[in-house]
């Protein structure tokens, strides 16, 4: 039975994006199972978070994860419309936010369908891969069939969604337990490895548990 390494994932993080082809190759060359554990970004975790202190940074994140995305080969574009409503000029967050809950309990529904990762590699590449206007039209749609999923049945069964709600609050609570808070934390048998660049880490830690496949 293949171990469980848990990812701690947010659907406006670009960095979570960056990290989706890895996350797939690790359940290509280990004998693990990546679960995708949503959580909501920091606009909606710690709204605070973007106060003028922390501007800097957040320019920083908009201008290094373009060139981390070019040097990787992915196609790559700040999302229209972004996941997050917010002003990039005064990083301002609004009240009104149509898309980030929809999102982030679709990927719960996708990991309770066991189809996690496959489902936010494909949604991610068309939010963050140049896709204007994602959430119209079929590219939604289409991004959940690539992952072998049917968007319909998904969004009816996150109507209710105070269940997806409590899952992604707990998602929340583990990520803070495992050591880290940030997006994309990885988390294996407690150990977490936080960023789209400490993949290649996470690999030598399951090759010393002696999980490569060879």
Known sequence: ?????NLFYSFRSPYSYLATPGALALERDFEVSVALRPVFPLAVRQPDFFSSDNVRRAKYIMMDWLRRAEMLGMPHQWPSPDPIVQDLKTYAISTDQPYIYRLTFLGVEAQRRG???HF???????IFGGTRDWHLDTHLKDAAARAGLDLASMDEAIVDSASHREEVEANQ???EKSGHWGVPTFEFNGEPFFGQDRIDTLCWRL????LRRG
Not at 207 to 210: M, P
Request: hydrophobic fraction near 45%; avoid cysteine.
């Open 1 to 5: 039975m293949n171990q469980i390494v």
């Open 115 to 117: 189809r996690g990762i």
């Open 120 to 126: 936010a590699a494909e949604v991610s590449a068309v």
């Open 173 to 175: 609570h583990d990520l």
């Open 207 to 210: 090759e010393k548990e002696g």
